[in-house]
């Protein structure tokens, strides 16, 4: 199975930008989505950025600031986050599943296969 690992995590003030990048190992074949997730303290996990194919969905709070880009068939996945803002402070993890999802992408209980996550603060 994937063996997906983030990396690219630290600390900004508001407005500075990080690039998160998801790195999967391991038996991809068939886990051509991926999906970059984020849980603040006492939050529920919130599906930030998904890709699959030529599909690509963002969350609504961060259209416009966050791109997500992929390489090497999905197995290099880049979150490229711009206009960062405090209530973006989260820890982010990526995750590996199943293509067809449609609107469920940010659904976490689809998916089987998690990275430990890297944290991102964002300072005012």
């Known amino acids: 199975p994937p063996v997906p690992v983030e990396s690219g995590g630290g600390s900004v003030q508001a407005g500075g930008s990080l690039t998160l990048l998801c790195v999967s190992s391991?038996?991809?074949?068939?886990?051509?989505?991926i999906t970059w997730f984020r849980q603040a303290p006492g939050n529920e996990r919130e599906g930030v950025a998904t890709?699959?194919?030529?599909?690509?969905e963002y969350e609504d709070s961060v259209k416009y600031r966050f791109a997500i880009s992929s390489e090497n068939a999905k197995k290099k996945v880049y979150l490229h986050m711009n206009s960062l803002q405090p209530e973006d402070t989260a820890m982010y993890y990526c995750?590996?599943?199943?293509?067809?999802?449609?609107?469920?992408?940010?659904?976490?209980?689809?998916?089987?296969?998690w990275g430990r996550g890297t944290q991102v603060t964002v300072s005012s």
């Open positions: 890709t699959f194919g030529r599909e690509i």
């Open positions: 995750a590996a599943g199943f293509g067809g999802m449609g609107w469920q992408w940010n659904q976490p209980h689809k998916y089987a296969y």
């Open positions: 391991g038996d991809t074949n068939g886990y051509d989505r």
